[in-house]
């Protein structure tokens, strides 16, 4: 006779108690745990890997966007984010963003929004963030990810986690949900939006990769000799018309790395994934690696100066560019990022245009500051027009990014900052992007420190108390 079964019963037993808990330790939860903790709130940083850094060191996305203004006048982010770049350079593992210049082989040969960006390497990214964290006493739980919150009244009173040890319970004051998918706040009872607002789709993802033994100088040679045009478009056009290519994308990204003859691949697209799905994602991950070796092989055998490429890994994790919108105090929009708007609560800035990967094609799509439209990716009898249009004179360098954004509607004692942040799906495609996520998450994480040394909600923080805070962290309000 086989063994009865057994009942079995569980509780979840305290594991931490704080006055942050800072969930998520990608870009704006190095940043949010950091500032935290230099505040002198006793911090909690949960993170699901064993490492930090998120999409930039699992998802390997890269390099970081631009830190400048628009007109390259100079830097306007800085604070955690520039100690992350210089620690990242001081190890070898980034070059400097104030020495690379936008339409170099660093930024894939892109003019728009790609000047002034931050190569580097994952591994150095990983020891920056872990240095930085622990410097700033934050209690770190890694391998360990978010279940449920725990919610009464309109606050969070806990929140239940996973790891090898099974089921636990943290406590803290304040939260800030820095899951890239708005998870806690979708959990806490936060208002949403999927995606765009018009259908709740979703840009495309990315699996990205890293290729070596590339032959620089037949690259530049073939970029300089195809100027005003993506990276091998030219040639992926004419595959295209003789049936040798097949893939919806129009062009193949690869930007350099700090190391020479290695580069980082941002080609895949793989439409219709709802990042908020395991099921999806796991198609996404499976579909994104068998895309990678797809595409390796076709540049191997079609691209200068990759004829001897070697593919050195995949990432971990499919890179998502979109998924949980939260309502929040404010909502950024189209408008917002394109008239370069000030606001008086704003606590970081960004310039890196609206960048719509098309989710029905081929393309993706940027508009900068001041409204004019990037035509490398269009026909040529579609980018006459175009140009013709586009607006000309002087563009607003940066926008403001409003406290108000990472203010969640509905739950007393939670902020979300990076990706999910309150905004449109045209300002969120620019807002996305790593150096302002870190600038939100410094923000947030300080923000929350505050709200619990003064005894107020977030909502009710002097805004102006934040912002000179951040400037005495460093960050540029």
């Known amino acids: 006779m086989p063994e009865r079964s057994r009942d079995i019963t569980f509780s979840v037993p305290l594991i931490a108690r704080g006055d942050v808990c800072v969930v998520g330790g990608g870009s704006a939860g190095i940043a949010a745990a950091v500032a935290a903790g230099r505040a002198g709130a006793r911090t909690i940083l949960v993170e699901r890997y064993g490492f930090l850094g998120g999409t930039s060191t699992a998802g390997m996305v890269g390099p970081f966007m631009s830190c400048w203004a628009a007109d390259g006048s100079g830097p306007i982010i800085a604070g955690v984010f520039r100690e992350m770049v210089d620690r990242m350079v001081a190890?070898?593992?980034?070059?400097?963003?104030?020495?690379?210049?936008?339409?170099?082989?660093?930024?894939?040969?892109?003019?728009?929004?790609?000047?002034?960006?931050?190569?580097?390497?994952?591994?150095?990214?990983?020891?920056?963030?872990?240095?930085?964290?622990?410097?700033?006493?934050?209690?770190?739980?890694?391998?360990?990810?978010?279940?449920?919150?725990?919610?009464?009244?309109?606050?969070?009173?806990?929140?239940?986690?996973?790891?090898?040890?099974?089921?636990?319970?943290?406590?803290?004051r304040t939260v800030v949900d820095c899951s890239a998918d708005a998870d806690v706040a979708a959990a806490s009872g936060v208002p949403f939006h999927l995606g765009r607002e018009a259908d709740g789709r979703m840009m495309p993802a990315t699996m990205f990769m890293r290729?070596?033994?590339?032959?620089?100088?037949?690259?530049?040679?073939?970029?300089?000799?195809?100027?005003?045009?993506?990276?091998?478009?030219?040639?992926?056009?004419?595959?295209?018309?003789?049936?040798?290519?097949?893939?919806?994308?129009?062009?193949?990204?690869?930007?350099?790395?700090?190391?020479?003859?290695v580069y980082r691949c941002n080609i895949t697209r793989l439409s219709g994934v709802d990042g908020t799905s395991a099921r999806e994602l796991s198609r996404a991950e499976v579909q994104g690696r068998r895309d990678c070796l797809k595409i390796f092989e076709f540049m191997r055998a079609n691209c200068p100066g990759l004829e001897n490429a070697q593919l050195l890994e995949t990432a971990a994790q499919v890179g998502i560019r979109e998924t949980r919108h939260i309502v929040g105090k404010y909502t950024l929009t189209a408008d917002d990022v394109i008239s370069g708007r000030r606001f008086a609560d704003g606590i970081g800035r960004c310039s890196y245009p609206i960048d719509i990967h098309d989710l029905n094609g081929t393309r993706s799509r940027l508009i900068a500051l001041g409204g004019r439209v990037e035509t490398a990716t269009m026909p040529a009898e579609e980018r006459a027009a175009v140009e013709a249009a586009n607006p000309t004179g002087a563009a607003p360098g940066f926008y403001d990014?409003?406290?108000?954004?990472?203010?969640?509607?509905?739950?007393?004692?939670?902020?979300?900052?990076?990706?999910?942040?309150?905004?449109?799906?045209e300002a969120a495609a620019s807002v996305?992007?790593?150096?302002?996520?870190?600038?939100?998450?410094?923000?947030?994480?300080?923000?929350?420190?505050?709200?619990?040394?003064?005894?107020?909600?977030?909502?009710?923080?002097?805004?102006?108390?934040?912002?000179?805070?951040?400037?005495?962290?460093?960050?540029?309000?």
């Open 401 to 425: 990014i409003p406290y108000r954004c990472l203010v969640a509607e509905g739950v007393d004692n939670l902020l979300v900052a990076g990706r999910p942040v309150s905004a449109t799906h």
């Open 211 to 261: 290729i070596g033994n590339v032959d620089e100088a037949k690259v530049e040679a073939y970029a300089q000799a195809h100027p005003g045009e993506r990276l091998f478009s030219s040639l992926v056009r004419q595959a295209r018309a003789e049936g040798r290519w097949d893939y919806p994308r129009e062009y193949l990204l690869i930007y350099r790395e700090p190391a020479p003859g």
């Open 91 to 172: 190890l070898g593992g980034a070059i400097d963003p104030d020495q690379v210049a936008p339409g170099t082989k660093f930024s894939a040969y892109i003019e728009m929004g790609h000047g002034n960006v931050t190569p580097f390497h994952a591994e150095a990214c990983k020891l920056a963030a872990l240095e930085l964290v622990e410097a700033a006493g934050v209690q770190t739980w890694y391998h360990t990810s978010f279940v449920q919150s725990v919610v009464a009244g309109g606050t969070i009173t806990g929140l239940v986690v996973h790891n090898k040890s099974g089921l636990g319970l943290i406590e803290a």
């Open 432 to 477: 996305r992007v790593t150096p302002p996520c870190y600038a939100m998450g410094q923000a947030a994480g300080l923000a929350a420190a505050l709200s619990v040394q003064r005894n107020v909600t977030p909502a009710l923080l002097d805004t102006d108390l934040l912002r000179s805070k951040l400037a005495a962290q460093g960050a540029i309000v």
